[in-house]
């Protein structure tokens, strides 16, 4: 199946400062990638949808100036948690979609706000 | 109600043993079916991708969709203790190609 990686796979940061987390799809193009945050022993949270050279779509509830996305290029998308606070703990996870339907997923991103 | 309601588990068979895992929505536009694999503290693997009714097979897996009931199930066959793992079931429709999940049932097969 399709490869898509995620970067830092775990990452701790202070409060009140900024995040980058990376989503790259490897040996394919995709046209559109999909954040997700997983709280334990839950399903997965939808955040928001990106489409290449596009604005994010946001979820109802996501506050869209917190969680910046970007998606520059038809293989990396881009989460950036900004002024992040304990609350933003959790584990963020990237997927993508070529030209059909089977959406592959990251290995995701353990955040710690300390 | 949810749109997609799968039982959460937990499951525990024996190591060899037929596991059926099951999902029932209720949104008759949902046209894309998953099965994903989700091990602990990592993300989903996709299993199985179907789309039209009817079963398909891939070595031990089996997904099957009866869109007239609703209903999607996947079997394992000669499960073993590395299938231990929480099976999410997704579907989605439309050119947005989102996913709704269902719950996820967490299985546990033991040697």
């Known amino acids: 199946g399709a490869v898509v990686s995620q970067h830092p796979s775990r990452v701790i940061c202070k409060s009140g400062t900024s995040v980058k987390i990376e989503c790259r799809s490897l040996?394919?193009?995709?046209?559109?990638m999909f954040w997700y945050r997983q709280f334990p022993k839950q399903s997965l949270m939808l955040m928001a949808t990106?489409?290449?050279?596009?604005?994010?779509?946001?979820e109802q509830g996501v506050e869209k100036d917190k969680f910046l996305i970007n998606h520059a290029s038809l293989t990396l998308s881009t989460l950036t948690v900004t002024s992040a606070h304990p609350e933003d703990s959790s584990f963020y996870i990237c997927?993508?979609?070529?030209?059909?339907?089977?959406?592959?997923f990251g290995p995701g991103t353990r955040l710690t706000v300390t | 109600q949810k749109e997609v309601e799968q039982d959460p588990g937990p499951l525990s068979v024996p190591e060899g043993a037929i596991v059926s895992l099951n999902c029932t929505y209720s949104?008759?536009?949902?046209?894309?079916f998953m099965w994903y694999r989700q091990y602990s503290r990592k993300g989903p693997e996709l299993l199985m991708y179907?789309?039209?009714?009817g079963n398909k097979e891939d070595g031990r897996f089996t997904a099957q969709v009866d869109k007239s009931s609703k209903y999607i199930s996947l079997f394992i066959r000669d499960s073993q203790p590395s299938d231990s793992a929480t099976y999410l079931c997704?579907?989605?429709?439309?050119?947005?190609?989102?996913?709704?999940f269902g719950s996820g049932t967490q299985l546990t097969v033991l040697p």
């Open positions: 997927s993508a979609i070529g030209t059909g339907y089977e959406q592959y």
């Open positions: 040996d394919f193009q995709a046209t559109t």
């Open positions: 990106s489409n290449e050279g596009s604005k994010a779509t946001y």
């Open positions: 949104n008759s536009a949902f046209q894309y």
């Open positions: 179907t789309y039209s009714s």
């Open positions: 997704a579907m989605s429709y439309g050119s947005a190609r989102q996913l709704t």
